[in-house]
């Protein structure tokens, strides 16, 4: 019996192991892909095509979406640097998404705002609108004053409704976005006119120094738990979206900063405002939406489009933020099953949305009951001691290989850190994170496969700090 | 399968796993380590250097000093010229006049000229698509055929580096091979040459024309370069374009009209085409029409007010535009669809200075 259970266990754990190794080999084929990508991506756009964008007469006006529950704090900022973006003709967009916190008041102070009337069609539904308000000194500034809807997704598509420019970008109102960051993203869709979306990269802002809504100097953060966000965003953005989009196969571009043909959206109705993954839900659905018409679409990554966000520094805020993306995850996983394996789909149905089932939405559970059977076996004495060790051992080295090649991708292409202690900060928390962060992690998605299960929709937004400055 | 079959095939399959991932985890980290070194070590070459030649970068700004340091520039070391090629290039980007006339000296003193333009022939692309670049912000106009010729190169970059410096070196020589690539591919390659075309301004109407009769199925775009180009020359033909039985012709053409501004016969035409069959055609009518800025257009613009939104938008936006003549006719909407965009025309009339054409 006892040599039953042994023999059970280690194939077990050999089964993890196997499944490790084919996550992280998923991982490190992105990164690779990433490599050549990113450096042709640094060839080719130089600033020179930045320039011509900011000239050309084929560079379409923007609509930037900045829907704000409760951002007092950072709203004002956060506007200020999108006035001061570095683009010939755009507008902004501010949904008050019924805050409680004063952020309509800030804004009315700041930018000297005065009603105007509602006299945009509004074809996205949403919750009512109560308000329209323009700013007569500070350029193009339109606020929405609209019902909480209980979600971003529904003030999304008010600022979607009352945009006024063929392109909207839609950002989070504590995000800052780089001067560059509309030029640079707003190339593919002048070089191919089936570009329907693109997405930007999110940083992190935690820790960098921060001048007039500028982010002047990239630095790590001080909390610890920041500091393993940082390795692990450049890991997801810097290898895994660019390598997705490479594949033609980019399932999520972050709520945080996306750029959206507005006519396409309104198409599909908008963000799904029942969604907890929202951003990854309408990407999906933009997908299917293109291939169920046979329409020639492109989706696309690109990675110098910077939007700076704060990241969560307190285990419960991270702790929440990770359990409302797993729940995403496979909300949007669940509600678009019928993609998943049907040629009909393309990549996205034959690559990416089996990747995300097999190791995102899966990967906690069999790397939690890998830990569990480990420790048990250990405890019993029913699990040899040296394999465990080189199991361990393997896992700790494949996981930091990744990390440590998003680090590289970071080092060869944009090396936003220039101080030599934050690089080697970033290869050591690439090391260390394998010791405590990850199992972190994964315990928190576990909790979100439990509240997906029970259908939980609530969530908690995370606290606003405000930016820290020069 | 024993467990000490199994154990042991568990190390025959981890061990050497450890062993490639350790190797290729230590030599990523010795290359992260020499790529940051070997980036700060040329970094501070670069500054050094910089502030060595700057000055004599910036003495080409004053006639008098001009020769003598293009004399010193012309002494520098070798090992010196991509510095100096740098910091010639940077300033050349953001300036005009007689100093591009003494960085074309400098650089072809110093030899870059000659290696630019065999850098055109190289085989990699970027060094083609930078030399391409390079020539076009010296204005150096000796290399217009070398660059006329990487209108055809295989590389998007490369052709569009030639096309943008052919813009800027403004040499009529390369007006039709220009034209010719408005037939090209892609719709940003297409902007670059609609770009580069604009720097010519009029006198690339007749090769226009020309090019229309060859393509005619690129009538839209040649009509929306007319209007950009400020072709004033060419309002008999945008208007006989605008009765073109392709929609987006007219539009096109009422589009250029509109950009040209105030004319007595793209009035009419554009009051008859409010009443074309396509939206987007009486939308471009209605902003040609408020742009030629008659009082006597506010009640043609008021009847569009309920008509679709882009026309509807282009018609409320027009009667902004036309002073009181347009207000009075915003003020008599009270009811229907465009009650709202009225008033926020009228809205922007109280509280904002509204830029014309906007």
């Given at each position: 019996?006892?040599?039953?259970?042994?023999?059970?266990?280690?194939?077990?754990?050999?089964?993890?192991?196997?499944?490790?190794?084919?996550?992280?080999?998923?991982?490190?084929?992105?990164?690779?892909?990433?490599?050549?990508?990113?450096?042709?991506?640094?060839?080719?756009?130089?600033?020179?095509?930045?320039?011509?964008?900011?000239?050309?007469?084929?560079?379409?006006?923007?609509?930037?979406?900045?829907?704000?529950?409760?951002?007092?704090?950072?709203?004002?900022?956060?506007?200020?640097?999108?006035?001061?973006?570095?683009?010939?003709?755009?507008?902004?967009?501010?949904?008050?998404?019924?805050?409680?916190?004063?952020?309509?008041?800030?804004?009315?102070?700041?930018?000297?705002?005065?009603?105007?009337?509602?006299?945009?069609?509004?074809?996205?539904?949403?919750?009512?609108?109560?308000?329209?308000?323009?700013?007569?000194?500070?350029?193009?500034?339109?606020?929405?004053?609209?019902?909480?809807?209980?979600?971003?997704?529904?003030?999304?598509?008010?600022?979607?409704?009352?945009?006024?420019?063929?392109?909207?970008?839609?950002?989070?109102?504590?995000?800052?976005?780089?001067?560059?960051?509309?030029?640079?993203?707003?190339?593919?869709?002048?070089?191919?006119?089936?570009?329907?979306?693109?997405?930007?990269?999110?940083?992190?802002?935690?820790?960098?120094?921060?001048?007039?809504?500028?982010?002047?100097?990239?630095?790590?953060?001080?909390?610890?738990?920041?500091?393993?966000?940082?390795?692990?965003?450049?890991?997801?953005?810097?290898?895994?979206?660019?390598?997705?989009?490479?594949?033609?196969?980019?399932?999520?571009?972050?709520?945080?900063?996306?750029?959206?043909?507005?006519?396409?959206?309104?198409?599909?109705?908008?963000?799904?405002?029942?969604?907890?993954?929202?951003?990854?839900?309408?990407?999906?659905?933009?997908?299917?939406?293109?291939?169920?018409?046979?329409?020639?679409?492109?989706?696309?990554?690109?990675?110098?489009?910077?939007?700076?966000?704060?990241?969560?520094?307190?285990?419960?805020?991270?702790?929440?933020?990770?359990?409302?993306?797993?729940?995403?995850?496979?909300?949007?996983?669940?509600?678009?099953?019928?993609?998943?394996?049907?040629?009909?789909?393309?990549?996205?149905?034959?690559?990416?949305?089996?990747?995300?089932?097999?190791?995102?939405?899966?990967?906690?559970?069999?790397?939690?009951?890998?830990?569990?059977?480990?420790?048990?076996?250990?405890?019993?004495?029913?699990?040899?001691?040296?394999?465990?060790?080189?199991?361990?051992?393997?896992?700790?080295?494949?996981?930091?290989?990744?990390?440590?090649?998003?680090?590289?991708?970071?080092?060869?292409?944009?090396?936003?850190?220039?101080?030599?202690?934050?690089?080697?900060?970033?290869?050591?928390?690439?090391?260390?994170?394998?010791?405590?962060?990850?199992?972190?992690?994964?315990?928190?998605?576990?909790?979100?496969?439990?509240?997906?299960?029970?259908?939980?929709?609530?969530?908690?937004?995370?606290?606003?700090?405000?930016?820290?400055?020069? | 399968?024993?467990?000490?079959?199994?154990?042991?095939?568990?190390?025959?399959?981890?061990?050497?796993?450890?062993?490639?991932?350790?190797?290729?985890?230590?030599?990523?980290?010795?290359?992260?380590?020499?790529?940051?070194?070997?980036?700060?070590?040329?970094?501070?070459?670069?500054?050094?250097?910089?502030?060595?030649?700057?000055?004599?970068?910036?003495?080409?700004?004053?006639?008098?000093?001009?020769?003598?340091?293009?004399?010193?520039?012309?002494?520098?070391?070798?090992?010196?010229?991509?510095?100096?090629?740098?910091?010639?290039?940077?300033?050349?980007?953001?300036?005009?006049?007689?100093?591009?006339?003494?960085?074309?000296?400098?650089?072809?003193?110093?030899?870059?000229?000659?290696?630019?333009?065999?850098?055109?022939?190289?085989?990699?692309?970027?060094?083609?698509?930078?030399?391409?670049?390079?020539?076009?912000?010296?204005?150096?106009?000796?290399?217009?055929?070398?660059?006329?010729?990487?209108?055809?190169?295989?590389?998007?970059?490369?052709?569009?580096?030639?096309?943008?410096?052919?813009?800027?070196?403004?040499?009529?020589?390369?007006?039709?091979?220009?034209?010719?690539?408005?037939?090209?591919?892609?719709?940003?390659?297409?902007?670059?040459?609609?770009?580069?075309?604009?720097?010519?301004?009029?006198?690339?109407?007749?090769?226009?024309?020309?090019?229309?009769?060859?393509?005619?199925?690129?009538?839209?775009?040649?009509?929306?370069?007319?209007?950009?180009?400020?072709?004033?020359?060419?309002?008999?033909?945008?208007?006989?374009?605008?009765?073109?039985?392709?929609?987006?012709?007219?539009?096109?053409?009422?589009?250029?009209?509109?950009?040209?501004?105030?004319?007595?016969?793209?009035?009419?035409?554009?009051?008859?085409?409010?009443?074309?069959?396509?939206?987007?055609?009486?939308?471009?009518?209605?902003?040609?029409?408020?742009?030629?800025?008659?009082?006597?257009?506010?009640?043609?613009?008021a009847?569009?007010l309920n008509?679709?939104?882009?026309?509807a938008?282009?018609c409320a936006?027009?009667l902004?535009?036309?002073?009181?003549?347009?207000?009075r006719e915003l003020e008599r909407v009270v009811e229907g669809p465009a009650t709202a965009l009225a008033r926020?025309m009228i809205?922007?009339?109280?509280?904002?200075?509204?830029?014309?054409?906007?």
């Amino acid at each position: 019996m006892r040599t039953f259970f042994s023999e059970f266990m280690t194939a077990f754990d050999v089964g993890v192991l196997l499944y490790l190794i084919a996550i992280n080999t998923c991982y490190l084929t992105f990164t690779v892909i990433a490599f050549f990508k990113l450096v042709e991506h640094r060839r080719r756009w130089t600033p020179r095509e930045v320039a011509g964008v900011m000239r050309s007469p084929a560079t379409p006006p923007i609509s930037v979406i900045v829907p704000a529950y409760n951002e007092a704090l950072t709203v004002v900022e956060s506007v200020r640097s999108l006035l001061a973006l570095n683009y010939p003709q755009f507008e902004v967009v501010v949904v008050n998404d019924g805050s409680t916190d004063g952020t309509l008041d800030e804004l009315r102070r700041a930018f000297g705002l005065v009603a105007a009337p509602i006299s945009h069609d509004q074809p996205v539904p949403t919750r009512p609108v109560r308000g329209v308000y323009r700013s007569i000194t500070a350029g193009d500034i339109v606020v929405i004053d609209k019902v909480n809807g209980g979600c971003k997704a529904d003030a999304a598509n008010a600022g979607i409704n009352a945009a006024q420019y063929p392109l909207v970008c839609v950002i989070d109102a504590d995000s800052l976005l780089d001067e560059q960051a509309l030029v640079r993203a707003v190339l593919p869709f002048i070089e191919h006119q089936e570009t329907i979306a693109v997405g930007g990269i999110v940083r992190i802002a935690n820790g960098c120094l921060v001048d007039g809504g500028r982010v002047v100097e990239a630095r790590l953060p001080k909390a610890w738990l920041a500091r393993f966000q940082v390795v692990e965003y450049l890991r997801a953005f810097l290898a895994g979206r660019v390598a997705h989009s490479a594949l033609n196969g980019l399932l999520i571009i972050s709520g945080g900063f996306g750029l959206f043909r507005r006519d396409v959206l309104i198409e599909v109705g908008g963000y799904a405002a029942d969604s907890m993954g929202e951003d990854m839900e309408l990407v999906t659905r933009l997908h299917r939406h293109c291939r169920d018409r046979k329409r020639p679409y492109r989706i696309v990554f690109r990675p110098d489009p910077i939007c700076w966000t704060q990241a969560p520094d307190s285990a419960r805020g991270l702790a929440q933020q990770r359990n409302r993306w797993h729940r995403g995850t496979l909300e949007v996983l669940a509600r678009h099953r019928v993609m998943a394996g049907n040629p009909r789909y393309g990549r996205v149905g034959l690559l990416s949305l089996p990747y995300y089932a097999v190791f995102e939405a899966f990967g906690p559970v069999v790397e939690a009951l890998g830990y569990v059977v480990t420790v048990v076996g250990l405890c019993f004495g029913l699990i040899n001691w040296e394999i465990a060790r080189l199991m361990l051992l393997a896992a700790v080295l494949y996981g930091t290989l990744i990390s440590v090649g998003a680090v590289l991708l970071e080092e060869v292409t944009f090396r936003r850190y220039r101080r030599v202690r934050d690089l080697l900060w970033m290869l050591a928390f690439g090391v260390l994170e394998n010791f405590g962060y990850r199992q972190l992690t994964t315990w928190w998605r576990i909790r979100g496969w439990f509240d997906f299960l029970r259908n939980k929709r609530d969530w908690e937004p995370m606290p606003r700090k405000g930016f820290a400055r020069t | 399968m024993s467990l000490v079959d199994l154990t042991a095939l568990i190390r025959a399959i981890l061990i050497p796993i450890l062993v490639v991932t350790g190797s290729v985890l230590a030599g990523l980290l010795i290359y992260i380590f020499f790529v940051r070194g070997a980036r700060m070590v040329s970094e501070r070459r670069r500054d050094r250097l910089a502030a060595r030649y700057r000055p004599l970068v910036e003495a080409l700004l004053d006639p008098d000093l001009a020769p003598g340091a293009i004399r010193r520039l012309g002494a520098s070391p070798v090992r010196h010229r991509p510095a100096v090629e740098g910091l010639l290039l940077a300033a050349v980007k953001v300036a005009s006049g007689t100093f591009v006339d003494q960085v074309r000296a400098a650089a072809s003193h110093l030899g870059l000229v000659e290696a630019w333009t065999t850098a055109l022939g190289d085989s990699r692309w970027w060094m083609r698509a930078e030399a391409a670049r390079a020539l076009g912000c010296v204005r150096e106009d000796a290399v217009v055929p070398a660059l006329m010729a990487r209108l055809d190169d295989d590389h998007e970059e490369v052709r569009a580096a030639a096309v943008e410096s052919l813009g800027l070196i403004g040499d009529p020589r390369a007006i039709d091979a220009l034209v010719a690539g408005l037939s090209r591919e892609s719709r940003q390659q297409r902007s670059r040459v609609v770009l580069a075309l604009r720097a010519f301004g009029p006198s690339v109407v007749e090769p226009l024309l020309a090019y229309n009769l060859r393509h005619p199925h690129d009538t839209a775009t040649v009509a929306e370069l007319l209007g950009q180009v400020h072709a004033v020359t060419a309002v008999d033909t945008l208007t006989s374009w605008c009765s073109d039985a392709r929609p987006e012709v007219r539009a096109a053409a009422l589009g250029a009209l509109g950009t040209l501004g105030p004319c007595a016969s793209t009035y009419y035409y554009a009051l008859r085409a409010l009443g074309d069959e396509v939206e987007v055609v009486r939308a471009m009518a209605a902003r040609a029409v408020a742009r030629c800025q008659r009082r006597d257009a506010a009640p043609y613009l008021a009847t569009g007010l309920n008509d679709e939104w882009a026309v509807a938008a282009q018609c409320a936006r027009g009667l902004r535009e036309l002073g009181p003549a347009g207000r009075r006719e915003l003020e008599r909407v009270v009811e229907g669809p465009a009650t709202a965009l009225a008033r926020q025309m009228i809205w922007e009339l109280d509280h904002r200075a509204v830029a014309p054409g906007a």
